[in-house]
């Protein structure tokens, strides 16, 4: 079973750019497909980028294509949210997920995703 803590949150203004990390323990990080996912005050959770196990598979949500990009560094146990031209909308706690696979999917649903983490919160300022 995978632990997951986030990091790199924080207060930027709109345009700017953050770079959000996944560190996972206490499970095979390289056999997990990962996702990011972000919830915006007052609103549900949504889907914002998920990678394959091998990093050679991505999926991102409309709003963020263009802006974010997924990456993971397997050695590292880490996953990486790089997030540029950050607009007010963004503002959000972001949580990544991990789900154990065996193939190369990808996953945009939070109920496939039986590990969280305790997020992290990005707040842009207009």
Known sequence: ????????????????????????????????????????????????????????TTLYADSVKGRFTISRDNAKNTVYLQMNNLKSEDTAVYYCAARWINDYSVFRTSNEYPYWGQGTQVTVSS
Do not use: D, H
């Open 1 to 56: 079973q995978v632990q997951l803590v986030e990091s790199g949150g924080g207060l930027v203004q709109a345009g700017g750019s953050l770079r959000l990390s996944c560190l996972g323990s206490g499970g095979t990080f390289f056999r997990y497909a990962m996702g990011w996912f972000r919830q915006p005050p007052g609103k549900e959770r949504e889907f914002v980028a998920a990678i394959s196990w091998s990093g050679g």
